[in-house]
């Protein structure tokens, strides 16, 4: 790694120096279904300086996720374990399942002045605040409600029960909005993840807190 800073990007998306982040823990929370993991697959691509955490959760692999890389799989059990030997720097239950954030390997990319990433919900999002006042909160948001009803619904990786239960969390986290330090509205992917990029790199970064 050369050199810690995110850089900026030009009109060609080519990097460009000289500026950096106050915020280096940026938080990307969101409903459920509004495209956090594709707009932050893109922000992965956009810049690869940064350290996005795997979580880890007790929610079985959907089809296609691997351990270690979409999530670290445990089963109760793990999860309870890792909560009390203090290893999870946050973590909540969410519609049935339980996630957390492993604290060491986010703490160590901070320390060597990585700026990280971290995809979690809103009971999360509020205690990475309270421990760490200084991360910046980002909240994704559906260009509409029937737009993430229509993602939720189509996205057929979960059983009607469980799209209730997340269309149940993502009124809750809509609601939230107000608490955080901005808000992206995924429209396109592409653009969502330079606005965000723009967040945590741009002017406002320094200013807006
Ligand atoms: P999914 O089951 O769809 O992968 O994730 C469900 C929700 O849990 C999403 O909102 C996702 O952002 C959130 N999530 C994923 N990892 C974590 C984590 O480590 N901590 C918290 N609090 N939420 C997480």
Redesign the pocket.
């Known amino acids: 790694m050369s050199d810690a800073r995110i850089g900026a990007h030009g009109p060609q998306g080519e990097p460009v120096s000289g500026k950096q982040s106050r915020h280096r823990l940026t938080v990307v929370?969101g409903p459920?279904g509004v495209g956090?993991s594709s707009v932050v697959g893109e922000l992965r691509r956009l810049n690869p300086e940064i350290y996005f955490?795997v979580?880890?959760?007790t929610?079985p692999p959907r089809p296609g996720e691997v351990d270690g890389q979409h999530?670290h799989f445990v089963d109760r059990e793990g999860f309870q374990d890792l909560i009390a030997r203090g290893e999870l720097l946050?973590?909540?239950e969410?519609?049935g399942?339980c996630?957390?954030?492993p604290r060491t390997p986010v703490e160590e990319a901070l320390r060597a002045g990585r700026p990280a990433v971290?995809?979690?919900?809103l009971?999360?999002a509020r205690q990475v605040r309270a421990a760490m006042p200084d991360s910046r909160l980002v909240m994704l948001v559906p260009p509409s409600w029937g737009e993430l009803v229509g993602r939720l619904t189509g996205r057929g990786t979960e059983q009607d029960e469980a799209v209730q239960a997340r269309l149940a969390e993502a009124e809750r986290e809509l609601a939230a909005a107000g608490e955080f330090d901005a808000t992206v509205v995924n429209a396109d992917v592409r653009a969502a993840a330079r606005e965000l990029l723009d967040l945590m790199t741009g002017e406002d970064a320094e200013s807006s807190r």
């Open positions: 929370s459920s956090k955490s979580s880890v959760t929610r999530y946050e973590h909540a969410f519609a399942n996630y957390g954030t971290l995809e979690i919900e009971q999360g």
